[in-house]
């Protein structure tokens, strides 16, 4: 059984010494919203969109690690372009993460935050501890992107429907035209075009 650690006594006078190992209960519980802020977005709205937004930081969030577990583990003659581009595409990824997390906040509600509660609400599917091969590298990442693009244009529309246009611009902007571009980029990996030798059929011998 783990011991039980005893509270620390602090100086009843001004001292210097950090108050350590502070608890309390949360100020704001998952899933709720601000009663009243300035926006003219009332409490039913916010509830609606930061609840969804919350489902696609899950999935941003997922596929940003995606991206840096793909980073580390690539493999064969493409390694040097895929592990940058990787990486190029996890940074974008980050930027989104806060933009979105930062937008639910805005609107008087709750980011998800820690891995095991992603895990718990992402819909693309955990990809295995172990390394994969470029292809299914690629593939899982193509995937992972066209669950947020389908969320992300849902999400948006839902958005403007209801007033909130910020957040349909965020939507928009930025994550609908950043996962956009980043498709284009994986899915050229994916044709199977000859390196060297033009007309040629990629994995069908010629004889001379
Ligand atoms: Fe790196």
Same mark, same amino acid.
């Given at each position: 059984?783990?011991?039980?650690?005893?509270?620390?006594?602090?100086?009843?006078?001004?001292?210097?010494?950090?108050?350590?190992?502070?608890?309390?209960?949360?100020?704001?519980?998952?899933?709720?919203?601000?009663?009243?802020?300035?926006?003219?977005?009332?409490?039913?709205? $916010?509830?609606?969109?930061?609840?969804?937004?919350?489902?696609?930081?899950?999935?941003?969030?997922?596929? @940003?690690?995606?991206?840096?577990?793909?980073?580390?583990?690539?493999?064969?003659?493409?390694? +040097?372009?895929?592990?940058?581009? +990787?990486?190029?595409? +996890?940074?974008?990824?980050?930027?989104?993460?806060?933009?979105?997390?930062? @937008?639910?906040?805005?609107?008087?509600?709750?980011?998800?935050?820690?891995?095991?509660?992603?895990?718990?609400?992402?819909?693309?599917?955990?990809?295995?501890?172990?390394?994969?091969?470029?292809?299914?590298?690629?593939?899982?990442?193509?995937?992972?992107?066209?669950?947020?693009?389908?969320?992300?244009?849902?999400?948006?529309?839902?958005?403007?429907?209801?007033?909130?246009?910020?957040?349909?611009?965020?939507?928009?902007?930025?994550?609908?035209?950043?996962?956009?571009?980043?498709?284009?980029?994986?899915?050229?990996?994916?044709?199977?075009?000859?390196?060297?030798?033009?007309?040629?059929?990629?994995?069908?011998? $010629?004889?001379?």
């Amino acid at each position: 059984m783990r011991k039980k650690q005893n509270p620390i006594r602090y100086p009843q006078k001004v001292s210097a010494q950090p108050r350590l190992r502070q608890k309390a209960p949360e100020i704001q519980p998952f899933g709720t919203v601000k009663h009243l802020l300035p926006l003219e977005l009332v409490e039913p709205v $916010r509830l609606e969109i930061t609840e969804q937004l919350n489902r696609l930081l899950a999935d941003t969030i997922t596929l @940003r690690d995606l991206y840096k577990k793909a980073h580390w583990q690539t493999s064969g003659p493409t390694f +040097y372009q895929l592990h940058l581009l +990787y990486d190029k595409h +996890y940074g974008e990824q980050v930027e989104l993460v806060d933009a979105i997390a930062e @937008r639910i906040q805005m609107l008087g509600g709750v980011s998800i935050a820690m891995a095991a509660h992603v895990a718990e609400d992402t819909d693309i599917e955990v990809p295995p501890r172990g390394r994969e091969e470029v292809p299914v590298q690629l593939s899982r990442l193509l995937d992972a992107h066209q669950i947020i693009i389908r969320k992300t244009r849902r999400l948006a529309r839902r958005a403007a429907q209801l007033g909130d246009d910020g957040t349909n611009d965020l939507l928009v902007s930025d994550v609908l035209r950043t996962s956009e571009m980043q498709v284009w980029f994986l899915s050229e990996h994916l044709v199977d075009v000859p390196l060297v030798e033009a007309g040629r059929i990629p994995g069908v011998m $010629r004889t001379a």
